[in-house]
């Protein structure tokens, strides 16, 4: 049995800068995720899931105006971004970023070392990079391409789970990231999930708009976000009535917006 | 060009513009000049009459510290350089005069610098590559200096027709030197002309580099500008016959001091030929200071022409700042394609996000950002000793760097496309 870790966020407030001044996004958020756990956050568009993922992960743009997010009772908010993934948390993007001129190999190689603290021996690496694409059906030659550059939407969405597998964190955020990607690609993309739990025993939180992604990742714990916090929690349950019924019921909340 | 979405405008310290013809308000305004209407009308002469002393107001001078330059522009020169040189088996060098070197068909000086370089150098040097001969090996000159008094050097290349050769040319001491390089290459030649300024702290360097590139031949000019007190390397391309291709390529990293200067100029005479352009630029410490002006003139018999240029700088630090001006003539409709685009910005904050956010320091991430900006250009060189070289340069500068912070993600472009 692996170690277990707990991500624990405590009435997390989070304002953003807008013409008009700070606006809040995040109304108090309280949400613990354990090794192991699979929790999915569901909510419609505009509700402030994002806000979540990017604020537990340091986004500049996000202030964080109270609240707690500990790792461990480590505390997250005083780390630097890069701090925060090197004490085990990942992000996987909604919108992975282009970076021109670095290869997918190269940006690998740097991140594992910097997780790590130090490089990883050249040998098992090179299989292991090898190994983890091959299981995410992504062709060799995207090691020498410039990170996410042309990358469609599904190779974008597979390298964000390559670099989670690899990266081994203890607790992944995953935004989004069954958004854009057809049947096959959300299938290849859910299995390396499961992989990453039953390896490490990963806890996972799920940030999505629809309950396809839960038919291949199986949540223990669903929650409805509605103008940025949680307004019901259940077991999977919950999600199958989401999809039957919708967000509509949550409705009598003001300010969703598409 | 998908790179410009990753950068974003700076501050008002960074100029950018672009106009189709050389028609400039402030010289315009300039009481006695003139201004020129077209990049044709500038002067190219051997005659050194034909080059005042610069002022700083003209055109060509107007973003060079011309002051500084007062000792160089003069008429005689004291100075000196050791040369060195590698050559692969076939390829000869000698010494020919200026006559000659004008005989064989040199594209004239543009530049008081370049005419000097012309008249004063006391003849030229001539690497001869024969015809067919397929070089292995690249042509290596190495121009050392170890003082101040200005000299002047002028080397011509001929490259026979269907020959293929890569000449290096490496700067490095400290001098105040003219230089002019003279490339003509045969028919269905293939040439690559690397010059790398890696000058002391001192140094004056002013360059007109030319290719006249034969009918279906391939050229490649490369400047790799890292050193120096102020250097400015011209590059200018005219074809001989239709089906050449040309591309002028640049990387440079100016330190606070450092005037970095590269202009190129494409005179499309000829049909059916292509030309790409593409400088990319990273600046830091204050004072530090880059210029970049790609003229590309499409002559009215140069119908089918297909060209694009483009410059990229990469600002790192508050108080640095980058010229850059892309010009466009066209004078026929019957072209392939001509476009153009600038854009000059900070790191783009996106990007440090998502390499922070896999675990890699500040630091090192913007380190990663900056080799990747260079990449494309860099790869473009021939040799991989070469290349290592110059990324371990990069390495160095990049060692020093005191980043500002980033810029609030507010994406935007200054590029623009023509036709």
């Known amino acids: 049995m692996s170690t277990q870790h707990t991500l624990e966020i405590k009435g997390l407030t989070v304002s953003v800068e807008t013409e008009d001044g700070p606006k809040e996004i995040l109304r108090g958020v309280d949400l613990t995720v354990k090794s192991g756990e699979t929790h999915a956050i569901m909510g419609p568009n505009g509700s402030g899931k994002s806000t979540l993922a990017y604020s537990v992960a340091g986004h500049p743009k996000y202030t964080v105006t109270g609240g707690t997010v500990t790792l461990d009772g480590e505390d997250v908010l005083a780390m630097s971004v890069d701090e925060r993934a090197r004490a085990g948390l990942f992000l996987a993007m909604q919108y992975p970023v282009e970076v021109p001129g670095v290869t997918v190999s190269n940006f690998l190689?740097?991140?594992?070392?910097?997780?790590?603290?130090?490089?990883?021996?050249?040998?098992?690496?090179?299989?292991?990079?090898?190994?983890?694409m091959g299981n995410l059906k992504m062709d060799p030659a995207f090691a020498e391409r410039s990170v996410n550059e042309g990358f469609s939407g599904g190779e974008k969405k597979r390298h964000e789970i390559l670099q989670m597998e690899l990266l081994q964190?203890?607790?992944?955020?995953?935004?989004?990231?069954?958004?854009?990607?057809?049947?096959?690609?959300?299938?290849?993309?859910?299995e390396g999930v499961n992989r990453a739990k039953d390896a490490s025993g990963l806890g996972v939180l799920l940030i999505t708009h629809y309950t396809r992604i839960l038919r291949y990742i199986k949540p223990d714990f669903v929650h409805v976000f509605v103008d940025g916090k949680i307004v019901e929690e259940g077991g999977p349950e919950l999600a199958d009535r989401l999809e039957e019924e919708g967000y509509d019921r949550y409705a009598t909340v003001p300010a969703v917006q598409a | 060009m998908p790179v410009a979405d990753t950068l974003v405008d700076t501050d008002a310290s960074v100029t950018d513009a672009s106009r189709t013809t050389h028609v400039d308000p402030q010289t315009a305004s300039a009481a006695g000049f003139v201004p020129q209407?077209?990049?044709?009308?500038?002067?190219?002469?051997?005659?050194?009459?034909?080059?005042?002393?610069?002022?700083?107001?003209?055109?060509?001078?107007?973003?060079?510290?011309?002051?500084?330059?007062?000792?160089l522009l003069a008429e005689g020169a004291t100075g000196h350089l050791d040369?060195?040189?590698?050559?692969?088996?076939?390829?000869?060098?000698?010494?020919?005069?200026?006559?000659?070197?004008?005989?064989?068909?040199?594209?004239?000086?543009?530049?008081?610098?370049?005419?000097?370089?012309?008249?004063?150098?006391?003849?030229?040097?001539?690497?001869?590559?024969?015809?067919?001969?397929?070089?292995?090996?690249?042509?290596?000159?190495?121009?050392?200096?170890?003082?101040?008094?200005?000299?002047?050097?002028?080397?011509?290349?001929?490259?026979?027709?269907?020959?293929?050769?890569v000449v290096v040319v490496e700067h490095a001491g400290s001098a105040r030197?003219?230089?002019?390089?003279?490339?003509?290459?045969?028919?269905?030649?293939?040439v690559t002309v690397v010059s790398v300024q890696r000058w002391a702290d001192d140094a004056q360097h002013l360059a007109q580099h030319d290719a006249l590139v034969g009918r279906d031949a391939r050229f490649t000019h490369v400047s790799v500008t890292l050193g120096g007190a102020v250097v400015r390397v011209n590059a200018n391309v005219r074809y001989a016959g239709p089906g050449a291709d040309a591309t002028l390529l640049g990387v440079y990293f100016a330190d606070a001091g450092q005037h970095l200067e590269h202009r190129s100029f494409v005179d499309h005479n000829a049909p059916h030929c292509k030309s790409r352009v593409t400088y990319k630029g990273v600046l830091q410490g204050e004072t530090a200071r880059t210029v970049w002006v790609g003229d590309v003139l499409i002559r009215a018999e140069a119908e089918g022409t297909d060209t694009y240029e483009l410059n990229r700088n990469l600002v790192l630090t508050d108080g640095a700042r980058a010229d850059s001006v892309p010009n466009l003539e066209i004078e026929t409709g019957e072209i392939e394609g001509a476009g153009h685009a600038s854009a000059t910005g900070r790191f783009d904050d996106l990007q440090l996000f998502y390499l922070q956010a896999r675990g890699i320091p500040e630091d090192e991430a913007k380190r990663l950002v900056v080799r990747g900006f260079f990449v494309d250009v860099i790869r473009e060189i021939p040799l991989a000793d070469l290349r290592d070289e110059i990324t371990a340069a990069i390495e160095e500068e990049l060692a020093t760097t005191d980043y500002a912070a980033p810029i609030q993600q507010t994406p935007s472009q200054h590029a623009s496309k023509e036709n």
């Open chain 2, 177 to 190: 030197v003219s230089e002019l390089l003279s490339v003509v290459t045969g028919d269905g030649s293939d």
């Open chain 1, 169 to 190: 964190p203890k607790i992944a955020i995953l935004d989004e990231t069954d958004s854009g990607l057809d049947v096959d690609a959300l299938k290849i993309v859910s």
């Open chain 2, 83 to 165: 040369w060195t040189t590698s050559l692969p088996e076939g390829v000869t060098t000698s010494t020919i005069s200026a006559g000659e070197a004008r005989d064989l068909g040199i594209l004239p000086p543009q530049d008081r610098a370049a005419v000097l370089a012309a008249a004063s150098a006391g003849g030229a040097v001539l690497v001869d590559v024969p015809a067919e001969a397929e070089l292995t090996e690249p042509v290596r000159i190495r121009l050392d200096g170890s003082g101040s008094d200005p000299v002047h050097a002028h080397v011509v290349v001929r490259a026979g027709r269907f020959s293929k050769a």
């Open chain 1, 109 to 132: 190689r740097t991140a594992k070392t910097a997780v790590d603290g130090e490089a990883p021996k050249l040998r098992t690496w090179v299989k292991d990079v090898k190994t983890a």
């Open chain 2, 37 to 71: 209407q077209s990049r044709a009308e500038r002067a190219a002469s051997f005659d050194i009459g034909a080059f005042p002393l610069p002022s700083g107001r003209e055109e060509e001078w107007r973003f060079t510290p011309v002051k500084k330059l007062a000792a």
